[in-house]
C-alpha cells in the first residue's frame, strides 16, 4: 500500500495514523486497508490474531477502537433482559459444558410453563424489554413444548421481546416434531418468537466440534439452521467459544464464515465472543494436558479487536459477555473495538456452572456507572439494537438485584 493510500485516512486522525506506522508492514498494510474500507481477508485476520510486536498490538486496539467510535459515536448500548434456563437436564454430553445435568441428579431442574411465566412477568415488573430462553435437550421433553413456552409468555405479555432456542435446540425440536427446520422456525415466529441466541455455534470447525461435542451439532447443520431462521424473518446474534484446543486460524476462519452468513443474509445482530471458562468444565478437568486455562488476556483483547476489524460494515456490534470476564474486564474491551455490554440477565447459569464467578445480574444503573467510568455514554437498546433511552444527563431507575450477591460488588473496581 503506498504512502499516498496511507494518508487518506490519517488527515483526520493524525494520532492514529503515527501509532500504525509505527507497527510492521504486514499489520501496518491490513489495517489501513481495512480503514480505507476494503475488506480484510481470512489470512489477514490470522496474521492480526498472530500478532506479537508491542507496536502491532497496540496499531490494532487502535484501529478497533477507532472503527467502533466510527460507527457507534460515544455510546455504548444493553439491554434490561433476563435469562431464563428452564432446565438443565441434556444427554448431548458436550465436553466443554458442566452445565448440563441428568434426570436422576439432585440439582437438575424443570419449569414448568407458570413458573416461565413468573418470571418473564418479574422481569417486567423490573423494565425487562427481553427474556431470553434456553434449556437442556431433556430427553423426555416434547417438542411442542418450545411453542408451549412461547405461547404462554405471550398470552401474558404480549409486548415481550423473546430471544429463546439456540440452533441445537431447533435442531432437537425440529427432529422431536418431525418438521423441517423452516415449519419449525416459521411456526415458533407466528407464535410470537422475535429471535434466536446464535450460541452452540462454538468453533464452526469440524474437527474441533468432534472434541467439543462429538460433533453432534455439526457446523454445516449450525450454518443451515442460522440461515433458515435469518430467511424467515428471525434474526439471531453471533457468537465464538475460544481458548480451549482452537487456534488463531480457527477463529479467523470462524468469524470470516459469519461475515459471508451476513453477507448473504443480514440477519446478525451481533458478534458475541465468549471466552472459555475452563475452571469446572470437563473439556479441560478431564484432559489438563492438552486443554487451556482458556484464552489469555492478550486474546481476549484481540477476539473483540479482531473480530470489530474483520466485520466492519457487516456485523456492528460487538458485545462483551461480562459473566465470562466481568465487569472490570468488560470495562476495558471499551477501548478495543465493544460498543454493547449485553444484557443485565437477572440470573445466569451456564457460565457459573462452568466456575465463572462473576455474578448473576449488573442493574441497569450499575451497567450505566461502568460505562460513564470510561467517559462514554449509556444507552438503553431492545434485542434488535434500536435505542430506546439515552442516559446523557441522568441515570436509569436504581434498584436493587433480584438475586441475594452476599457481599458481591461489580462495582467494587469502580473505587480503588
Not at 13 to 42: A, R, T, V, Y
Not at 386 to 413: C, Q, T
Request: aromatic share 8%; charged share 25%.
Amino acid at each position: 500500500m503506498n504512502e499516498l493510500t496511507q494518508n487518506i485516512f490519517c488527515d483526520n486522525n493524525k494520532n492514529l495514523n503515527f501509532e500504525i506506522n509505527k507497527s510492521s508492514d504486514l499489520i501496518k498494510e491490513i489495517l489501513f486497508k481495512s480503514l480505507n474500507g476494503i475488506e480484510i481477508s481470512e489470512d489477514e485476520g490470522t496474521s492480526l490474531f498472530k500478532a506479537k510486536n508491542k507496536d502491532d498490538i497496540n496499531a490494532i486496539y487502535l484501529t478497533a477502537k477507532h472503527i467502533c467510535r466510527l460507527v457507534n459515536k460515544e455510546k455504548v448500548t444493553f439491554v434490561v433482559n433476563r435469562n431464563i434456563n428452564f432446565t438443565n437436564v441434556c444427554h448431548m454430553g458436550c465436553r466443554f459444558c458442566n452445565f448440563a445435568k441428568r434426570m436422576k441428579d439432585k440439582t437438575s431442574e424443570w419449569l414448568d410453563l407458570d413458573e416461565i411465566v413468573y418470571r418473564s412477568q418479574e422481569a417486567w415488573d423490573r423494565g425487562a424489554s427481553e427474556v431470553c430462553i434456553q434449556g437442556g435437550l431433556h430427553p423426555k421433553m416434547d417438542g411442542k413444548y418450545y411453542f408451549d413456552i412461547v405461547k404462554a409468555i405471550k398470552s401474558k405479555l404480549p409486548d415481550m421481546h423473546i430471544h429463546a432456542f439456540s440452533p441445537f435446540e431447533i435442531w432437537y425440536g425440529s427432529s422431536k416434531t418431525r418438521m423441517t427446520y423452516k415449519s419449525f422456525l416459521s411456526e415458533l415466529k407466528k407464535m410470537g418468537l422475535g429471535s434466536i441466541p446464535g450460541t452452540a455455534a462454538e468453533i464452526l470447525d469440524t474437527e474441533i466440534r468432534k472434541k467439543l461435542t462429538k460433533n453432534k451439532l455439526s457446523a454445516e447443520k449450525w450454518v443451515e439452521i442460522i440461515k433458515t431462521a435469518h430467511s424467515v424473518g428471525l434474526p439471531s446474534s453471533a457468537t465464538i467459544m475460544y481458548g480451549h484446543i482452537d487456534s488463531p486460524e480457527n477463529w479467523s476462519s470462524h468469524i470470516s464464515l459469519l461475515r459471508e452468513i451476513q453477507k448473504e443474509t443480514g440477519g446478525f445482530t451481533e458478534l458475541v465472543p465468549l471466552s472459555f471458562v475452563y475452571e469446572d468444565s470437563p473439556l479441560y478437568t478431564q484432559n489438563k494436558h492438552i486443554v487451556r486455562k482458556g484464552p489469555t488476556e492478550e486474546e481476549v483483547n484481540k477476539m473483540h479487536a479482531v473480530s470489530r476489524i474483520m466485520l466492519h460494515g457487516f456485523i456492528d456490534n460487538i458485545q462483551v459477555s461480562w459473566p465470562k470476564l466481568g465487569s472490570k474486564r468488560a470495562q476495558e474491551l471499551l477501548n478495543m473495538g465493544v460498543n454493547d455490554l449485553g444484557g443485565t440477565l437477572m440470573n445466569e447459569s451456564i457460565s457459573r456452572a462452568a466456575g465463572a464467578q462473576n455474578g448473576q445480574e449488573i442493574t441497569a444503573r450499575e451497567i450505566s456507572d461502568i460505562i460513564r467510568d470510561a467517559n462514554l455514554t449509556p444507552a438503553r437498546r431492545n434485542t434488535l439494537y434500536e435505542i430506546k433511552e439515552v442516559y446523557e444527563n441522568h441515570n436509569p431507575i436504581d434498584i436493587p438485584p433480584l438475586v441475594e450477591r452476599n457481599g458481591f460488588d461489580p462495582l467494587s473496581f469502580l473505587n480503588t
